[in-house]
Nanobody, 115 residues
Framework: QVQLVESGGGLVQPGGSLRLSCAAS????????MEWYRQAPGKQRDLVAT???????MYTDSVKGRFTISRDNAKNTVYLQMNSLKPEDTAVYYCKVAVWGVDIWGKGTLVTVSS
């Protein structure tokens, strides 16, 4: 069974940086597209970035040029490097993978951008 564990969240000032990690169990990681989502208080969960099994990346417009998604298949880990953070980036960040049509989520990591 695949499990995802996010880490790296915290409190950061506007303009600062954080790197989130999502460690996956199981042997299928390298063959799966991985995604980062975020959910701000009182709002729906939105897709932030995707990295395919082949390494192609896609971003929502609001984070383009500031966030970078990457993966290390040897470590079964996907990363989200977040630079130039803004207060509106405050949210719980989740990673997700789809396995046999079932979405598997981590428990999330909280990112707070505030002075």
């Amino acid at each position: 069974q695949v499990q995802l564990v996010e880490s790296g969240g915290g409190l950061v000032q506007p303009g600062g940086s954080l790197r989130l990690s999502c460690a996956a169990s199981g042997s299928i990681f390298s063959r799966k597209d991985m995604e980062w989502y975020r959910q701000a208080p009182g709002k729906q969960r939105d897709l932030v970035a995707t990295i395919t099994s082949g390494g192609s990346t896609m971003y929502t417009d609001s984070v383009k040029g500031r966030f970078t998604i990457s993966r290390d298949n040897a470590k079964n880990t996907v990363y989200l490097q977040m630079n130039s953070l803004k207060p509106e980036d405050t949210a719980v960040y989740y990673c997700k993978v789809a396995v046999w049509g079932v979405d598997i989520w981590g428990k999330g990591t909280l990112v707070t951008v505030s002075s």
